[in-house]
């Protein structure tokens, strides 16, 4: 109901800036995380003269993916709005899913003469040997009558396939067991419109199989996570919004494509992003900027190189305000902490920039300590859209 | 379930006083809000002994009005708790509605020679001119059977219609088709239960329009917002408690009644307050005090009478202290910043006087920001009737 109901007309101009797995705690041997660390005059500015929060992305305890944590950025619960792992893996390889089109994760794997799996990752085999594999079954696999097939490569033993055609659905059991010593398992349908298109993975897998079988240790595969396009509501029917992506990286474009977002072409530095912004300033309402380093360097585990994204990122505050956006919000998708080198579900620190309607609190730097004791609370993420649509004044009173 | 279930008898008595549109923002070219700026010692005391929070009237980002402002604080979550606008007009004229009276709100607009709507709210005409022209239909047009008409004013194009008699239902579309350049829709049944219902309106509106037809710029009448009385539990079925509503003005005394309290003869000025809780003090147990000047120093962004509106109320604490409250709250119905001359979304701070039971904090004045730490945290309004009775002795022990 809230705030889809109250959707009203504005010329405002909202900027979600995503800085990917910013959360943190402390260092080792230290009482400062990445944040606290960074020199950020620009975002310390901002937070002293707007308001912060505390926002956890799913819920409490839980550790979100890329998909959940940029939902419910995106406002979007991100319990009720799951994308299936095929989805998520078309999206990071940038592959132009349709709606109607079945996605499976692949993951070669490795059998012994029995058929039997012996390694669910055939031996972390190297992404050339995975193109190499790919190629072959583009040409030796025969696709069904009414068909497309694409075999597409992620990373290592990682690849995507996707069925095109009609009347194909993605209520399709995983054929990857979990566990070694035992065969694939067949497709199976889970309901029953599905079967046509088990016995047509059944088959594409069967003649794969034969391509790959004199091939070890990447003789075989395994497909899980079945699935086709989910069908969302998207920001502009529900927020009102015309939204535009800037990323660098297919992950992130294919998450925000999902909800309706349009696409600017990536970028390489950060320092190009106010360019791309500019771009589309008039065409579109909300912009989200996605930037990846401090992510990357937190699951590196690299205290610095997180610090120093941030400080980069920070340097490029001035030529974003310069766009003149109405909100400008800073915060992550998730907690990637240094010490963990990985996601965590610790909550992320939310710094919302409104000149003229957000409500100064306590706060007067950017930081996960302070942001505690912010105007906006400790919150579920799936709201920090409304505040933005609120403090844009893009939404409706309730009640006369 | 929580409070309602917990209930037990009490003699304690539980102040509620609302000061309509308290929330603020900083002023132009200031760091302080009203209430921030205000010279409040007495309030000031009350915080430093009590307990304060920041609290939400409906949801993150939502403005509220008053009716959904109100609900919240006497524990009726607006979400489902929705008020039609047409008892909403009912209130706002202190209109005796009854159970099974259909109210609309009614507009005078201008059509043109072909019936089609020029302006839908016909120019703004005078209030004097508004009851000129409700006279009139109040004697021309001839009820239908078995039904009484209500024509009342409000103010300029505003007014109320009610439907009085058996069988009728609010269950009806607007009549107003919220565009000009079309002709004023026909008065449609959503349910079949109304047909009758529709049928009549159909047959007052037309016979309405007759009557106004040689009168431009009020020519023409548009209804909105069928509604008749919700029928919901009131406080003493959910919370044991016998209330009364110490108001100035009409709306706030409705929607009390709409939650079952009993209402005071309207004060002139605040001063006049204490003498009328006084007077109720041993039939009741609880007691909401209305306040509406900072709300309308608020909407007309007047900083300086909205400060001077609060130190007025703060000169009335002493006097509703000398009450004996077991629990005194102070709070308002939503925000209404100077700088937005309207309400808006922000959050409302609560400060809770409860000498035998509050734990106090670290806050030591009331206003916006100190309260973002307080001790009732940051939490939905339609949760601060649970502390109230808490705070009053007035819940059992939940499990053994």
């Given at each position: 109901m809230f705030?889809?109901?109250?959707?009203r007309k504005s010329d405002s101009k909202i900027l979600l800036c995503v800085l990917d797995g910013?959360?943190?705690?402390?260092?080792?041997?230290?009482?400062?995380?990445?944040?606290?660390?960074?020199?950020?005059?620009?975002?310390?500015?901002?937070?002293?003269?707007?308001?912060s929060g505390l926002f956890t992305p799913v819920a409490a305890g839980v550790t979100p993916g890329?998909?959940?944590?940029?939902l419910a950025l995106f406002g979007y619960d991100p319990a009720p709005y799951q994308v299936g792992r095929g989805v998520l893996s078309a999206l990071g390889v940038d592959f132009d899913l349709q709606p109607g089109d079945v996605a499976a994760r692949l993951n070669f794997c490795t059998l012994d003469a029995e058929g039997r799996i012996t390694d669910r990752r055939a031996g972390r085999i190297a992404t050339e040997v995975n193109r190499a594999r790919l190629a072959r079954l583009r040409t030796e696999v025969t696709a069904p009558d009414g068909v497309q097939l694409f075999w597409e490569t992620e990373s290592e033993h990682r690849g995507l396939l996707v069925l095109r055609g009609a009347d194909l659905y993605d209520d399709l059991e995983d054929t990857d067991p979990q566990i070694t010593g035992v065969p694939p398992l067949a497709a199976e349908a889970s309901t029953p419109r599905a079967h046509r298109t088990a016995t047509l993975v059944g088959e594409i897998i069967s003649s794969a199989m034969q391509v790959l079988s004199d091939t070890p240790p990447a003789n075989g595969l395994l497909l899980r996570g079945f699935a086709s396009l989910p069908d969302w509501p998207d920001v502009e029917s529900r927020y009102g919004l015309r939204a535009l992506a800037v990323t660098k990286y297919p992950m992130y474009r294919g998450v925000a494509k999902l909800v309706g977002?349009?696409?600017?072409?990536?970028?390489?530095?950060?320092?190009?992003?106010?360019?791309?912004?500019r771009t589309g300033w008039s065409d579109f309402d909300f912009f989200f900027l996605h930037f990846k380093d401090p992510d990357k360097a937190g699951e590196d585990g690299d205290f610095e190189r997180k610090q120093a994204a941030i400080e980069t990122f920070d340097r490029s505050v001035p030529d974003l305000l310069a766009l003149g956006p109405d909100v400008m919000v800073i915060t992550g998708d998730h907690s990637t902490p240094v010490?963990?080198?990985?996601?965590?579900?610790?909550?992320?620190p939310v710094l919302l920039h409104a000149p003229a309607t957000a409500r100064p609190d306590m706060v007067e730097t950017f930081g996960e300590r302070v942001a505690i004791g912010g105007g906006l609370g400790q919150r579920p993420m799936c709201e920090l859209m409304a505040q933005m649509l609120a403090h844009a004044g893009r939404l409706e009173k309730f009640g006369a």
């Open positions: 705030p889809d109901r109250l959707i910013l959360g943190d705690l402390p260092g080792l041997d230290r009482s400062d995380t990445p944040l606290d660390a960074a020199h950020t005059p620009h975002l310390d500015a901002l937070a002293a003269a707007g308001t890329s998909g959940p944590g940029h977002m349009a696409t600017a072409a990536p970028y390489e530095t950060i320092e190009e992003a106010p360019a791309r912004l010490v963990l080198a990985g996601h965590s579900w610790h909550p992320v």
